[in-house]
């Protein structure tokens, strides 16, 4: 009788037309988004998938337990390797599959921060972290900063050299104020760039910088001495420069492989050719980062979530209740449901906001909070399901919770994030004149 009922079998009772039009096969839901992307992506999905499995999945825990056990700029070339750390542009300078950026310039980024940071978001942040480095560069739109900088860059990594790039712009004294409109405009920049002749001296500090420690490139913002976070310009700095010095890793609760590292600034000369884009438009260049890689940081959480999920759903196959597997009980199936769902919007939100083909500020904000909330959520339901295993080091889960905590952190604070989605639309839908007054 229920056999019957099953819409496998009902189907069966239709015509060859009501049979086409009913889709009840029973292929993962993985597979079936695979195939709404057009063709170089899938291949670039199941690339993304593959590499992460392989290379960072068996790793993971260990990464996290101790991350000095794993080299990351081994990591990083074999990820170079498989071409994945030079994917802004297609050849002859990076190694983008040029149709794959035909609809959106960050689509293929967020299938590739999904499938790493499903595997493992430290691993995953580590080898990211290079691409929001190199981002200034290609953003600025400087002719200077892409042919003649990330051409280096992308050579040298095509060479095999762990040419890693990080992103600078926080300060001790300017996380949010250097991501938001109102902070910036009353907050006191601290990294200062003086103007001499052929170049600038530049002194300062940078704190939580990502791959702060394995970095040779460090795209850098800093305000002209005696002005605000209005004249904020970038520069591309290299470890080698005299007066350039790493300070403290910190020691972090999630996201652990990935180092978060104090760069330190003593009267470094910084030679004109290294400025990217004019003088004063870093505040621009920063902003327009943050519209292309908060879509990104949903995508980190979305992977997150999916990890924990899968280990869960795992767990509840593999453990048993009264001699019944857990995933038979319908409390169980009904939390499971409920985490797949949120999963599902997640995904959705990221690659809708993926379609606009020229990032923009309201819609990565939307898709950086809400992802990052929900990970968080399914983390926490994946725990609740597991409980005592959930709380054990050895399954992951607590590890994802842990992870998952930091997407709503950087990129903004998801408190900032909110405020940029107010933001970006206020003229248009929300008509405050005076806001910025
Ligand atoms: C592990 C890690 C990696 C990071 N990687 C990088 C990196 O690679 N490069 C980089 O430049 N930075 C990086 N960051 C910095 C990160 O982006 C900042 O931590 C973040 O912007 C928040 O800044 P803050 O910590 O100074 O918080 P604060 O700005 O001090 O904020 C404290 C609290 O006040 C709230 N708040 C502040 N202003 C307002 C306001 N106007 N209205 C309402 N609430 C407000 C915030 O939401 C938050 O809750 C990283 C941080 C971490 C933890």
């Given at each position: 009788m229920i056999k019957d009922l099953s819409p496998n079998e009902a189907r069966k009772r239709l015509g060859s037309i009501g049979r086409l039009l009913y889709d009840?096969?029973?292929?993962?839901?993985?597979?079936?988004?695979?195939?709404?992307?057009?063709?170089?992506?899938?291949?670039?999905?199941?690339?993304?998938?593959?590499?992460?499995?392989?290379?960072?999945?068996?790793?993971?825990?260990?990464?996290?337990?101790?991350?000095?056990?794993?080299?990351?700029?081994?990591?990083?070339?074999?990820?170079?390797?498989?071409?994945?750390?030079?994917?802004?542009?297609?050849?002859?300078?990076?190694?983008?599959?040029p149709l794959a950026l035909l609809k959106s310039f960050t689509m293929h980024f967020a299938l590739k921060a999904e499938e790493f940071c499903a595997a493992c978001a430290g691993l995953g942040l580590a080898l990211l972290a290079h691409d929001l480095g190199i981002a200034p560069l290609f953003i600025s739109g400087d002719p200077k900063a892409i042919l003649k900088w990330m051409k280096k860059i992308y050579d040298e990594i095509k060479a095999g050299e762990a040419s890693i790039a990080a992103f600078a712009i926080t300060e001790p004294n300017a996380g949010s104020d250097a991501e938001d409109t109102v902070g910036a405009a009353y907050?006191?920049?601290?990294?200062?760039?003086?103007?001499?002749?052929?170049?600038?001296?530049?002194?300062?500090?940078?704190?939580?910088?990502?791959?702060?420690?394995?970095?040779?490139?460090?795209?850098?913002?800093?305000?002209?001495?005696?002005?605000?976070?209005?004249?904020?310009?970038?520069?591309?700095?290299?470890?080698?420069?005299?007066?350039?010095?790493?300070?403290?890793?910190?020691k972090k609760m999630g996201q652990k492989a990935a180092d978060a590292t104090e760069l330190i600034l003593e009267d470094i000369f910084v030679p004109d050719d290294r400025v990217i884009g004019p003088v004063r438009g870093g505040w621009a260049i920063n902003r327009n980062v943050l519209n292309y890689s908060r879509p990104v940081v949903g995508a980190i959480a979305l992977g997150i979530a999916r990890g924990a999920f899968e280990r869960a759903l795992r767990f509840c196959h593999e453990a048993k209740l009264n001699n019944k597997p857990l995933v038979s009980y319908q409390e169980v199936q009904l939390e499971l449901a409920d985490m797949l769902l949120k999963l599902f919007a997640m995904r959705a939100t990221v690659w809708h906001s993926m379609r606009y083909r020229i990032p923009f500020q309201t819609a990565g904000s939307i898709a950086k909070v809400f992802c990052s909330d929900m990970a968080w959520d399914v983390c926490n339901q994946a725990m609740a399901l597991m409980e005592d295993h959930g709380f054990l080091h050895c399954?992951?889960?607590?590890?994802?919770?842990?992870?998952?905590?930091?997407?709503?952190?950087?990129?903004?604070?998801?408190?900032?994030?909110?405020?940029?989605?107010?933001?970006?639309?206020?003229?248009?839908?929300?008509?405050?004149?005076?806001?910025?007054?």
């Open positions: 009840t096969r029973a292929i993962t839901l993985w597979e079936r988004d695979t195939k709404l992307l057009p063709w170089p992506l899938r291949r670039l999905r199941r690339r993304y998938r593959d590499f992460a499995q392989r290379e960072l999945e068996p790793i993971s825990l260990k990464a996290d337990a101790d991350p000095q056990s794993v080299d990351i700029k081994e990591l990083f070339l074999k990820a170079a390797r498989e071409g994945f750390q030079t994917e802004f542009l297609p050849p002859p300078i990076g190694t983008a599959n907050a006191k920049a601290g990294c200062k760039a003086k103007k001499v002749p052929g170049g600038w001296r530049i002194s300062g500090r940078k704190v939580f910088i990502s791959n702060g420690r394995v970095a040779k490139w460090v795209t850098l913002f800093a305000a002209i001495e005696g002005e605000g976070f209005e004249s904020w310009t970038c520069f591309l700095l290299d470890k080698s420069m005299e007066g350039f010095s790493v300070g403290r890793s910190e399954h992951g889960v607590e590890k994802a919770a842990r992870d998952a905590r930091l997407t709503q952190i950087y990129e903004g604070t998801n408190q900032i994030n909110r405020l940029a989605i107010i933001e970006g639309q206020l003229n248009a839908e929300f008509h405050i004149p005076d806001f910025y007054e």
